[in-house]
Protein backbone atom coordinates (compact mmCIF):
# COMPACT_ATOMS: atom_id res chain seq x y z
CA UNK A 1 0.00 0.00 0.00
CA UNK A 2 1.16 3.25 -0.92
CA UNK A 3 0.67 6.29 1.53
CA UNK A 4 1.70 9.88 0.98
CA UNK A 5 3.15 11.46 3.86
CA UNK A 6 1.26 14.71 4.45
CA UNK A 7 3.15 15.34 7.28
CA UNK A 8 6.68 16.46 5.20
CA UNK A 9 5.11 16.82 1.47
CA UNK A 10 5.19 20.29 -0.13
CA UNK A 11 1.45 18.90 -2.37
CA UNK A 12 -0.06 20.64 -5.19
CA UNK A 13 -3.65 20.00 -6.18
CA UNK A 14 -4.54 18.69 -9.66
CA UNK A 15 -7.55 19.33 -11.48
CA UNK A 16 -7.50 17.01 -14.58
CA UNK A 17 -9.92 16.60 -17.00
CA UNK A 18 -12.98 18.83 -15.84
CA UNK A 19 -13.92 20.11 -18.93
CA UNK A 20 -17.89 21.10 -20.61
CA UNK A 21 -17.30 18.50 -22.90
CA UNK A 22 -16.75 15.58 -20.00
CA UNK A 23 -18.42 17.28 -17.19
CA UNK A 24 -21.60 19.50 -18.48
CA UNK A 25 -25.13 18.69 -19.76
CA UNK A 26 -23.80 21.15 -22.64
CA UNK A 27 -21.09 19.31 -23.59
CA UNK A 28 -20.62 16.64 -26.21
CA UNK A 29 -21.13 13.98 -24.18
CA UNK A 30 -24.25 14.71 -22.25
CA UNK A 31 -22.94 14.30 -18.90
CA UNK A 32 -23.71 16.18 -15.73
CA UNK A 33 -21.12 16.08 -12.94
CA UNK A 34 -23.00 18.86 -10.48
CA UNK A 35 -22.21 16.74 -7.29
CA UNK A 36 -18.59 16.18 -8.32
CA UNK A 37 -18.07 19.44 -9.08
CA UNK A 38 -20.11 20.79 -5.94
CA UNK A 39 -17.31 18.50 -3.73
CA UNK A 40 -14.29 19.37 -5.45
CA UNK A 41 -15.34 23.61 -5.19
CA UNK A 42 -15.69 22.72 -1.59
CA UNK A 43 -12.41 21.22 -1.37
CA UNK A 44 -10.21 23.53 -3.54
CA UNK A 45 -11.30 26.60 -1.59
CA UNK A 46 -10.12 24.31 1.81
CA UNK A 47 -6.66 23.82 -0.41
CA UNK A 48 -6.30 27.25 -1.51
CA UNK A 49 -6.73 28.48 2.30
CA UNK A 50 -3.75 25.74 3.21
CA UNK A 51 -1.63 27.79 0.37
CA UNK A 52 -1.70 24.57 -1.44
CA UNK A 53 -0.94 25.40 -5.63
CA UNK A 54 -4.09 24.37 -7.60
CA UNK A 55 -3.65 22.90 -11.30
CA UNK A 56 -6.04 22.47 -14.24
CA UNK A 57 -4.45 20.45 -16.46
CA UNK A 58 -6.89 20.16 -19.53
CA UNK A 59 -6.96 17.51 -22.31
CA UNK A 60 -6.64 19.81 -24.93
CA UNK A 61 -5.51 19.11 -28.99
CA UNK A 62 -3.87 21.07 -31.90
CA UNK A 63 -6.97 22.47 -34.24
CA UNK A 64 -5.65 20.74 -37.11
CA UNK A 65 -5.51 17.55 -35.10
CA UNK A 66 -2.49 16.52 -35.80
CA UNK A 67 -1.66 15.79 -32.78
CA UNK A 68 -4.55 13.68 -32.04
CA UNK A 69 -2.63 10.42 -32.49
CA UNK A 70 -4.74 7.39 -32.53
CA UNK A 71 -7.65 9.37 -32.23
CA UNK A 72 -7.40 11.51 -35.17
CA UNK A 73 -10.11 10.39 -37.28
CA UNK A 74 -12.42 9.78 -34.07
CA UNK A 75 -15.40 12.46 -34.27
CA UNK A 76 -15.02 12.57 -30.57
CA UNK A 77 -11.09 14.30 -31.31
CA UNK A 78 -12.68 17.20 -32.62
CA UNK A 79 -14.47 18.29 -28.76
CA UNK A 80 -10.79 18.98 -27.72
CA UNK A 81 -9.45 21.12 -29.76
CA UNK A 82 -8.17 24.29 -28.85
CA UNK A 83 -11.06 26.86 -29.81
CA UNK A 84 -13.72 23.75 -29.71
CA UNK A 85 -16.52 25.28 -27.69
CA UNK A 86 -16.43 22.51 -24.90
CA UNK A 87 -12.84 22.59 -24.48
CA UNK A 88 -12.35 25.28 -21.57
CA UNK A 89 -12.88 23.97 -17.71
CA UNK A 90 -16.58 23.76 -16.71
CA UNK A 91 -17.45 27.08 -15.63
CA UNK A 92 -19.62 25.65 -12.64
CA UNK A 93 -15.86 25.33 -10.99
CA UNK A 94 -14.33 28.01 -8.65
CA UNK A 95 -11.23 29.30 -10.01
CA UNK A 96 -8.54 31.52 -8.35
CA UNK A 97 -6.10 33.90 -9.68
CA UNK A 98 -3.08 32.00 -8.14
CA UNK A 99 -4.61 28.97 -9.77
CA UNK A 100 -2.35 27.40 -12.56
CA UNK A 101 -3.13 25.83 -16.39
CA UNK A 102 -1.41 23.28 -17.88
CA UNK A 103 -2.40 21.17 -20.98
CA UNK A 104 -1.71 17.07 -22.04
CA UNK A 105 -3.05 15.73 -25.15
CA UNK A 106 -2.88 12.18 -24.11
CA UNK A 107 -4.70 10.75 -21.13
CA UNK A 108 -1.93 11.29 -18.77
CA UNK A 109 -1.64 14.70 -17.72
CA UNK A 110 2.45 13.88 -17.41
CA UNK A 111 3.21 12.47 -20.23
CA UNK A 112 5.02 14.87 -23.10
CA UNK A 113 3.61 17.59 -20.90
CA UNK A 114 5.21 20.81 -18.79
CA UNK A 115 3.32 19.53 -15.91
CA UNK A 116 6.78 18.41 -14.01
CA UNK A 117 8.38 21.65 -15.01
CA UNK A 118 5.49 23.34 -13.36
CA UNK A 119 5.71 20.91 -10.26
CA UNK A 120 9.37 21.96 -9.89
CA UNK A 121 9.19 26.13 -10.07
CA UNK A 122 6.04 25.57 -7.30
CA UNK A 123 8.54 23.47 -5.24
CA UNK A 124 5.84 20.68 -4.93
CA UNK A 125 6.75 17.34 -4.91
CA UNK A 126 3.59 15.55 -4.62
CA UNK A 127 0.02 15.36 -6.41
CA UNK A 128 -3.26 15.42 -4.77
CA UNK A 129 -5.44 14.10 -8.09
CA UNK A 130 -8.83 15.39 -8.82
CA UNK A 131 -11.30 15.56 -11.56
CA UNK A 132 -12.07 13.17 -14.34
CA UNK A 133 -11.79 10.05 -15.25
CA UNK A 134 -10.27 7.82 -12.45
CA UNK A 135 -10.60 4.83 -14.88
CA UNK A 136 -8.97 6.33 -17.73
CA UNK A 137 -6.61 9.93 -17.34
CA UNK A 138 -6.42 9.66 -13.46
CA UNK A 139 -5.24 6.47 -13.14
CA UNK A 140 -2.27 7.04 -16.23
CA UNK A 141 -1.59 10.19 -14.02
CA UNK A 142 -1.03 8.05 -11.07
CA UNK A 143 0.88 5.64 -12.81
CA UNK A 144 3.32 8.05 -14.61
CA UNK A 145 3.77 9.88 -11.41
CA UNK A 146 4.79 6.29 -9.90
CA UNK A 147 7.28 5.94 -12.69
CA UNK A 148 8.36 9.47 -12.10
CA UNK A 149 8.89 9.27 -7.78
CA UNK A 150 6.65 11.85 -7.69
CA UNK A 151 4.01 10.53 -4.29
CA UNK A 152 0.26 10.96 -6.02
CA UNK A 153 -3.42 10.69 -3.59
CA UNK A 154 -5.92 10.17 -4.84
CA UNK A 155 -8.73 12.14 -3.45
CA UNK A 156 -10.99 9.10 -3.49
CA UNK A 157 -14.63 11.64 -3.19
CA UNK A 158 -13.28 14.11 -5.72
CA UNK A 159 -13.12 12.10 -8.87
CA UNK A 160 -15.37 10.17 -10.91
CA UNK A 161 -15.35 7.78 -14.12
CA UNK A 162 -16.66 8.90 -17.66
CA UNK A 163 -18.89 7.83 -19.13
CA UNK A 164 -20.58 7.93 -15.78
CA UNK A 165 -20.80 4.81 -13.56
CA UNK A 166 -22.46 3.58 -10.60
CA UNK A 167 -20.32 4.44 -7.23
CA UNK A 168 -19.64 0.90 -6.58
CA UNK A 169 -17.72 0.66 -9.96
CA UNK A 170 -15.53 3.25 -8.98
CA UNK A 171 -14.14 0.82 -5.34
CA UNK A 172 -12.63 -1.39 -8.17
CA UNK A 173 -10.22 1.37 -9.93
CA UNK A 174 -9.68 2.76 -5.94
CA UNK A 175 -8.36 -1.05 -4.63
CA UNK A 176 -6.23 -1.42 -8.39
CA UNK A 177 -3.97 1.92 -7.55
CA UNK A 178 -3.67 1.99 -3.79
CA UNK A 179 -2.18 -1.54 -4.03
CA UNK A 180 0.77 -0.68 -6.03
CA UNK A 181 0.41 3.02 -7.64
CA UNK A 182 -1.21 5.74 -5.27
CA UNK A 183 -2.62 6.50 -2.43
CA UNK A 184 -6.86 6.82 -2.17
CA UNK A 185 -8.59 8.64 0.74
CA UNK A 186 -11.29 10.91 1.64
CA UNK A 187 -11.03 14.89 1.44
CA UNK A 188 -12.24 15.10 5.07
CA UNK A 189 -8.82 13.12 5.77
CA UNK A 190 -6.64 15.00 3.81
CA UNK A 191 -7.66 18.51 5.40
CA UNK A 192 -7.57 16.80 8.39
CA UNK A 193 -3.94 15.38 7.88
CA UNK A 194 -2.68 18.87 6.48
CA UNK A 195 -3.92 20.49 9.43
CA UNK A 196 -2.23 18.15 11.42
CA UNK A 197 1.22 19.29 9.72
CA UNK A 198 0.18 23.05 10.45
CA UNK A 199 0.14 22.42 13.90
CA UNK A 200 3.14 20.77 14.07
CA UNK A 201 4.66 23.92 12.59
CA UNK A 202 3.39 26.00 15.66
Not at 23 to 42: M, Q, T
Not at 47 to 69: H, K, M, N, Q, T
Amino acid sequence: MIELDLATASPAVLVIDMQVAFVSPDGAFGNDAAALIERLNGFLDECRARELPVIFSSYLLRADLADAGLLRGNPAAAHFGDAAPGAGVDPRIRRAGGDLDVRHNRPSALFRSDLEAVLRGLGADALLLTGVSVNNAISSTARDAFARDIPALVVRDCVGATPWEADEKHETYFEILATWTAEVADSADVLRRLDARSDQTL
